[in-house]
């Protein structure tokens, strides 16, 4: 069983098998074919439990098909950054984040991820969703380039091949394990593609809470500063006074603090056309003053 859906189905089915021995016990207290049936009832329970965990622990948190999810300390730090295009990434980069596993401390390591490549990340994420970690599954190259990237042409053909190898050489490090946010990645010239998510990535949303994110308002974010601080709002229950300096340290920028607060302001008044945080925000006195907006 390689899908949510045929493990659901068999718990489905285990489900009627159990009410059906159930009820054959009530038929016959007492009776020499008693101990049996209610034993078919135990083994039936048993093994609906173990499909249970299986889902745990084999797929990614649920969420559907307009939906992107992430481990929250994915969204509270420089993990996808937002530094400015103009500037070479770094090819080699290592940082903690904000999250423990197995009461021990978490890191990245690999090349520097910006927020193009936190849309591909996603977006396998979201594709995988149903799928056991760690099965090779195959997508379109020119579905995906279309539906994040806006076109599919050979530019963004390769484009979209390099975010996904650099997602291979990326490592959540932990004291017992490394995850690569893509595990195993196919291109060959024609046809489908396709990619394996690590067993263990399952593992970093019990380390630290999933978000869930609405996946139209992202997608139709340009990656940069304003699609990071979106991904930092859903990512918290409420909103209190931040410093500036905070922000621009955990989204990665190494623009000067002015220029910083200038494109944070462009950033926040974006986020409140969206509906994302409320419209009464404020940038003053090195820190910005915020509420998400309420959901109805």
């Known amino acids: 069983m390689l899908t949510r859906r045929e493990i659901l189905s068999h718990k489905r089915f285990l489900q009627q098998e159990r009410q059906e021995a159930y009820r054959r016990t009530k038929r016959k207290p007492g009776s020499p074919q008693y101990d049996d049936q209610f034993k078919e009832v135990r083994v039936l329970a048993e093994e609906a439990e173990q499909l249970e965990i299986r889902l745990t622990q084999e797929f990614v948190p649920q969420h559907n098909a307009e939906q992107f999810l992430s481990p929250r300390s994915f969204f509270t730090s420089p993990l996808f950054c937002a530094r400015n295009k103009s500037i070479a990434r770094l090819s080699q980069t290592e940082f903690e984040l904000p999250a423990r596993f197995e009461n021990a401390s978490i890191r990245y390591s690999g090349p520097e991820l910006r927020q193009s490549d936190a849309r591909v990340f996603l977006s396998l994420l979201n594709m995988l969703r149903d799928v056991r970690v760690g099965t090779c599954a195959t997508f379109s190259p020119e579905l995906l380039c279309i539906a ?7 530019n963004t053909r390769v484009a979209l091949k390099l975010h996904i190898q650099r997602l291979q050489k990326a490592l959540i490090v932990t004291a017992r394990f490394s995850v ?28 630290t809470n999933p978000v869930w994110l609405h996946m139209k308002t992202r997608l139709d974010l340009p990656d940069g500063l304003t699609s990071w601080l979106y991904t930092y709002v859903e990512s918290q229950t409420g909103l209190i006074p931040t410093p500036i300096a905070r922000l621009r340290a955990l989204c990665g920028s190494e623009s000067d603090l002015r220029a910083f607060t200038n494109s944070l302001r462009l950033a926040l008044k974006e986020l409140a056309a969206l509906r994302v945080i409320d419209t009464g925000w404020s940038v003053r006195n090195g820190e910005v003053r915020w509420l998400k907006r309420k959901q109805h």
């Open 148 to 154: 994040i990237l806006g076109r599919y042409d050979g």
């Open 180 to 207: 690569q946010l893509c595990q195993e990645f196919h291109y060959p010239p024609r046809g489908g593609w396709s990619v394996v998510l690590h067993p263990h990535i399952v593992e970093l949303f019990r380390a």
